[in-house]
């Protein structure tokens, strides 16, 4: 039962699966600058508001397309896995931050000017993993983020789902409507820059996303493969950027990612709600990195310097140290515990 449930949806997959497998990101200047301001594209503080999780009700919506309309070739052999860092060649110091964009059925997440404001000021190149919901909730920085050739976009699943517990038709429908997402917010950049004249710009934007994080790092055996169909490589970290003792200093998280840090590391870092602090660790890490030497990539520059390494499964440090996310969040991983009822009188 469980085989021919799998195969229902590799039938499924298979049918959107075009010829050749591409990565590497690229992007059009001309079209970010065409397209926004400065003042635009710098935001405002307004863009970090999180949402109290239930302080609405639980947004269970689908995009409004259910399906790509472009596929992707299966994933190449020797990118399966859930990658962990990339073995670069001999000297060459490259690595990659990237930052999640997490958001929940259950809230709404925000987004941290600060953050890209300061790697776009600097130059430093950075992957972003954005939940589907959280970009149809935030429709301006995701174009951004999509048109700009220092970024590349990738997918974080459509509400933040436990891929370990959901059974396949959701895993599925949260990596799928997360494509469709992208796809339609492609679109409309594509109608504001045929609107100015720069319609040929828009070939430098990436017709879908190519690269797939595992939500709390997590899952099953055969989630790979449902991935490698939907032809998404799995990329995880061996470096966290964001360290909490609950302190919040940001020099002790800084401390714990050169601990791990080494050519070829992918840093864990969030450009939302979890954690905080991460707009005070990017400066500091960005500039104890430069001191050592490191230059920033894009996850996809970095595949492409080098056979990956990969487990079998997603952990934050040490395999089995993210199993408790199976019971902490609700809905499969795509709801908040719900908060405890006042008490009546
Ligand atoms: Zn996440």
New binding site residues.
Partial sequence: MKVLRHSVWFILLASLVPAGFALAAQGSRVLLDGVWTRAQLAGTPSNHVVTRPYSKPADLSPPARLVPVAGQAEVPADLRGVIRRVHVPAGDKVLALTF?L?ERASNRTGYRTEIVNFLRGKGVAATFFAGGKWMRSHPEQTMQLMVDPLFELGN?SWT?ANMAIVDDAEVARQVLWTQAQYELLREELGKRAAARGLAKDMAAVPESLRLF?L??GRNAAHTLDLLAAMGLPVIQWDALGEWNDGSGAPEKSVAHALKSVRPGSIILMHANAVPKNTQLVVPLLAAALEKQGYRCVTVSDLLLSGPVETVQDGYFEKPGDNVQYDTLFLGGGTLHPRPAEPKTP
């Fill in positions: 999640d997490c974080h933040h994080r939500p709390y």
